[in-house]
């Protein structure tokens, strides 16, 4: 008979208990809801209609036409050859080339806190900003062609030759992103042990051999984060995109990307169901390179 009171004063506790946990977490399932899930909900419901946006909003169901539409957009095609063109060059490229400089500005170089300073500088700049700055570089009387005539060579259209105005935007962006990932290298090397290069070091293993043997490994899960976000990041490629080409993603289609794609469809076009079909396709895209890479680098079987 004790027992059963002393459960039933408890319950109105735990009652309380409970009651603030939904409390407190009302905030961030507020958040949850508006930002995310409701969104979600609502592109997904544009994705089965066809919007009529002049004249007053109006939706007619079509189903899967949308995303049958797919299919046969030769401007899509286009656009997914690009940005996996960019995605396949700019990660490994831009993850290398962090880890070279977390590694040199590890390495007890004199002024590296200067030098990780300066590295860092584009990182912090405005995006439209660096576009621009190398807009003015590659252009036709820009700071690359008097570098050029300099040595007697011919002036060259960067901007306008389809075959390399794509390699222009993964120049400006391999060299501005990777400090930011050159960041987190170097957080994850200094929380190496500095006892296992010591033990290798009497064991005769040179620089490279530690560098291979320990530094690598033990960097595996970094380098997982790092692949895992320049992927998410490179795939959603817009901004300079759009600032090199005047959102047309010339010349003759070059620099048009996916999000430039859902950009036209959505603005120029009026295509609201079409631009959220292509969305869900990115979306899919991103989350299946995702995971292959996750099983690849984290060692996981398929």
């Given at each position: 008979?004790?027992?059963?009171?002393?459960?039933?004063?408890?319950?109105?506790?735990?009652?309380?208990?409970?009651?603030?946990?939904?409390?407190?977490?009302?905030?961030?399932?507020?958040?949850?809801?508006?930002?995310?899930?409701?969104?979600?909900l609502y592109?997904?419901?544009?994705?089965?209609?066809?919007?009529?946006?002049?004249?007053?909003?109006?939706?007619?169901?079509?189903?899967?036409?949308?995303?049958?539409?797919?299919?046969?957009?030769?401007q899509l095609?286009?656009?997914?050859?690009?940005?996996?063109?960019?995605?396949?060059?700019?990660?490994?490229?831009?993850?290398?080339?962090?880890?070279?400089?977390?590694?040199?500005?590890?390495?007890?170089?004199?002024?590296?806190?200067?030098?990780?300073?300066?590295?860092?500088?584009?990182?912090?700049?405005?995006?439209?900003?660096?576009?621009?700055?190398?807009?003015?570089?590659?252009?036709?009387?820009?700071?690359?062609?008097?570098?050029?005539?300099?040595?007697?060579?011919?002036?060259?259209?960067?901007?306008?030759?389809?075959?390399?105005?794509?390699?222009?935007?993964?120049?400006?962006?391999?060299?501005?992103?990777?400090?930011?990932?050159?960041?987190?290298?170097?957080?994850?090397?200094?929380?190496?042990?500095?006892?296992?290069?010591?033990?290798?070091?009497?064991?005769?293993?040179?620089?490279?051999?530690?560098?291979?043997?320990?530094?690598?490994?033990?960097?595996?899960?970094?380098?997982?984060?790092?692949?895992?976000?320049?992927?998410?990041?490179?795939?959603?490629?817009?901004?300079?995109?759009?600032?090199?080409?005047?959102?047309?993603?010339?010349?003759?289609?070059?620099?048009?990307?996916?999000?430039?794609?859902?950009?036209q469809a959505?603005?120029?076009?009026?295509?609201?169901?079409?631009?959220?079909?292509?969305?869900?396709?990115?979306?899919?895209?991103?989350?299946?390179?995702?995971?292959?890479?996750?099983?690849?680098?984290?060692?996981?079987?398929?």
């Open positions: 008979m004790l027992q059963i009171n002393r459960q039933t004063r408890n319950q109105p506790k735990k009652i309380n208990e409970n009651l603030a946990g939904y409390l407190f977490m009302l905030p961030a399932i507020f958040i949850l809801l508006t930002f995310v899930i409701l969104p979600i592109a997904v419901f544009l994705s089965l209609n066809k919007v009529q946006l002049l004249g007053g909003i109006e939706y007619q169901f079509i189903g899967l036409r949308n995303f049958t539409h797919l299919v046969e957009d030769e095609k286009i656009a997914l050859k690009n940005t996996v063109e960019y995605v396949a060059i700019v990660v490994p490229c831009q993850t290398i080339l962090a880890l070279i400089l977390a590694v040199t500005l590890n390495s007890g170089i004199r002024g590296k806190n200067w030098w990780r300073i300066l590295y860092f500088l584009p990182t912090v700049t405005s995006s439209a900003v660096l576009t621009l700055i190398f807009m003015w570089i590659y252009n036709t009387d820009g700071l690359l062609n008097d570098f050029l005539a300099f040595f007697g060579l011919p002036n060259y259209n960067w901007l306008g030759d389809p075959k390399v105005a794509l390699k222009g935007i993964m120049i400006m962006n391999i060299w501005s992103t990777a400090p930011f990932y050159m960041v987190i290298y170097l957080a994850a090397l200094q929380d190496i042990p500095q006892t296992l290069y010591e033990a290798a070091d009497l064991d005769g293993a040179n620089g490279w051999d530690q560098f291979i043997n320990i530094t690598i490994p033990l960097l595996q899960p970094v380098t997982l984060f790092v692949v895992a976000v320049g992927i998410i990041g490179t795939f959603q490629l817009f901004d300079q995109s759009y600032i090199f080409s005047g959102g047309t993603g010339g010349p003759n289609n070059a620099t048009l990307t996916v999000v430039l794609l859902i950009y959505v603005f120029r076009n009026l295509q609201l169901g079409y631009a959220a079909a292509v969305a869900f396709l990115l979306a899919t895209l991103i989350v299946s390179v995702t995971v292959i890479q996750r099983r690849i680098f984290g060692g996981e079987k398929m």
